[in-house]
């Protein structure tokens, strides 16, 4: 089971309620919630009070990736606004091991992010303490880019350390994924995609979202068939 994450940056902010309720109606399971600060990326989105709005709006799971220069002093504040998932960047933590620690005593579950440049070897001792790990198939900051296509040996070399380990770390991949891409995602091992342009730019995002989860089912059964058969 591999569940396609819409991310929320780009819905329309100012129906944002519509959109959301439209995935709930899809079946989506749980919203991506980009936030960014306009120094650790060059944009700004939103932040602690849109998260809060969006938990007293919906049951879906919030999954919130910061992209900000100061996950280790604010990262609390945003499990208090409604994060379910907190997804930390490697690039920006300065005590990994604390951080990850305070985002599971805080009650949601860490997720480690990777930016492309970033190798998979770095998350050796921090792995076991993760509920989730995120690679960026884009550079971080905007919607709407070109997946970078070496993200996907990047997975298969995460799915492999996490096995080899034997844990259950769930691996998300996040920018640039579509129809056309996610088959071979989740054949690699991915169990959440996030998808923001490739869904709410899409005429129907509903449909989109359907295409999408679909395409993720089907890869996920064939893989689930391999390994049966295997
Ligand atoms: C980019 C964000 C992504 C973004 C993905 O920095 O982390 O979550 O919403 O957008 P698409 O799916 O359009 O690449
Ligand atoms: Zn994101």
């Known amino acids: 089971m591999a569940r396609v994450a819409p991310s929320i940056l780009s819905a329309d902010f100012l129906h944002l309620a519509d959109d959301v309720r439209a995935m709930?109606?899809?079946?989506?399971?749980?919203?991506h919630v980009d936030v960014m600060d306009g120094h650790f990326v060059p944009n700004l989105t939103i932040g602690l009070p849109?998260?809060?709005?969006?938990?007293?709006?919906?049951?879906?799971?919030l999954d919130v990736h910061?992209?900000?220069s100061n996950p280790d002093e604010t990262a609390s504040q945003y499990i208090q606004a409604g994060a379910d998932f907190l997804s930390v960047h490697f690039e920006a933590a300065k005590h990994?091991?604390?951080?990850?620690?305070?985002?599971?005593?805080?009650?949601?579950?860490?997720?480690?992010v990777l930016n492309p440049q970033t190798p998979v070897s770095v998350l050796e001792e921090i792995l076991p303490q993760c509920h989730h790990i995120v690679i960026m198939s884009v550079n971080p900051g905007f919607g709407g880019q070109k997946f970078i296509s070496t993200s996907l040996e990047k997975v298969r070399n995460l799915k492999a350390l996490?096995?080899?380990k034997g844990l259950e770390v769930q691996i998300e991949i996040d920018g640039g994924m579509g129809p056309e891409n996610i088959r071979e995602?989740?054949?690699?091992?991915?169990?959440?995609?996030v998808a923001g342009s490739a869904i709410f730019g899409a005429p129907i995002p509903q449909e989109r979202f359907f295409q999408m989860q679909g395409a993720a089912d089907e890869a996920a059964a064939g893989t689930n068939n391999d390994a049966i058969s295997a």
Do not use: C, F, W, Y
Request: overall charge negative.
């Open 185 to 193: 995602a989740v054949e690699s091992g991915v169990d959440m995609v």
């Open 66 to 68: 910061v992209m900000i």
């Open 50 to 61: 849109v998260i809060e709005q969006l938990k007293r709006h919906t049951e879906l799971l």
């Open 162 to 164: 996490i096995d080899s």
């Open 24 to 31: 709930e109606e899809a079946g989506a399971q749980m919203l």
């Open 96 to 112: 990994l091991d604390r951080l990850v620690e305070n985002i599971r005593e805080g009650g949601a579950q860490p997720g480690v």
